[in-house]
T-cell receptor, first 115, second 113 residues
Framework: DTGVSQDPRHKITKRGQNVTFRCDPI?????LYWYRQTLGQGPEFLTY????????KSRLLSDRFSAERPKGSFSTLEIQRTEQGDSAMYLC?????????????FGPGTRLTVL | AQTVTQSQPEMSVQEAETVTLSCTYD???????LFWYKQPPSRQMILVIR??????QNATENRFSVNFQKAAKSFSLKISDSQLGDTAMYFC??????????FGAGTRLTVKP
């Protein structure tokens, strides 16, 4: 399978714990995006990378959130001191810069539940 | 601010019938792209169809077509000959740059046998 993969698919944690999610994009894709999707809503943009550079962060990304893409391949999203409001589906997407329009391919998501 | 509105939280259609999902958006940009994504239950989101704002011709992909009304900022999705596998959440999305894709709240479509 050469699509976008995410690990883990589900994570249950207690409030105050740290969690880390991983995203492996499609191999030739240079752009990688993180989104958050809460129940009954569409995905909301969090941040994106072009290669290893983090070019944009949404105001939704509080100081407790950090994302990295150290070698321009896989990416990690860490949430420190989790809160119940962090419970959501975290989606990763990747794309290849090809001009005016980049189709984003989405992974299956990581569902986070904070107890 | 760029916003995307889907006013139909849920819809249903009989198998083989046609259904139209509505989407409106608000932007001051002149060049942008619009998309419909499908998210089946417990499965990942996939692109159904896309429309570039500078193209007047409505996009079509097999049973899926759009009605793009730029002046009205409307972008509806028509699904013809609905199939059980079309049951999913459908999201309308808008983008005018690499990092600002905005999604609507979604429409849950159920195709009934």
């Amino acid at each position: 399978d050469t699509g976008v993969s995410q690990d883990p698919r589900h994570k249950i944690t207690k409030r105050g714990q740290n969690v880390t999610f991983r995203c492996d994009p499609i191999s030739e894709h240079n752009r990688l995006y993180w989104y958050r999707q809460t129940l009954g809503q569409g995905p909301e943009f969090l941040t994106y990378f072009q290669n290893e550079a983090q070019l944009e962060k949404s105001r939704l990304l509080s100081d407790r959130f950090s994302a990295e893409r150290p070698k321009g391949s896989f990416s990690t999203l860490e949430i420190q001191r989790t809160e119940q409001g962090d419970s959501a589906m975290y989606l990763c997407a990747s794309s290849r810069t090809s001009g005016r329009f980049d189709e984003q391919f989405f992974g299956p998501g990581t569902r986070l539940t904070v107890l | 601010a760029q916003t995307v509105t889907q006013s139909q939280p849920e819809m249903s259609v009989q198998e083989a019938e046609t259904v139209t999902l509505s989407c409106t958006y608000d932007t001051s940009e002149s060049n942008y792209y619009l998309f419909w994504y499908k998210q089946p239950p417990s499965r990942q989101m996939i692109l159904v169809i896309r429309q570039e704002a500078y193209k007047q011709q409505n996009a079509t992909e097999n049973r899926f077509s759009v009605n793009f009304q730029k002046a009205a900022k409307s972008f509806s999705l028509k699904i013809s000959d609905s199939q059980l596998g079309d049951t999913a959440m459908y999201f309308c999305a808008f983008i005018s740059g690499p990092n600002d894709m905005r999604f609507g709240a979604g429409t849950r479509l159920t195709v009934k046998p």
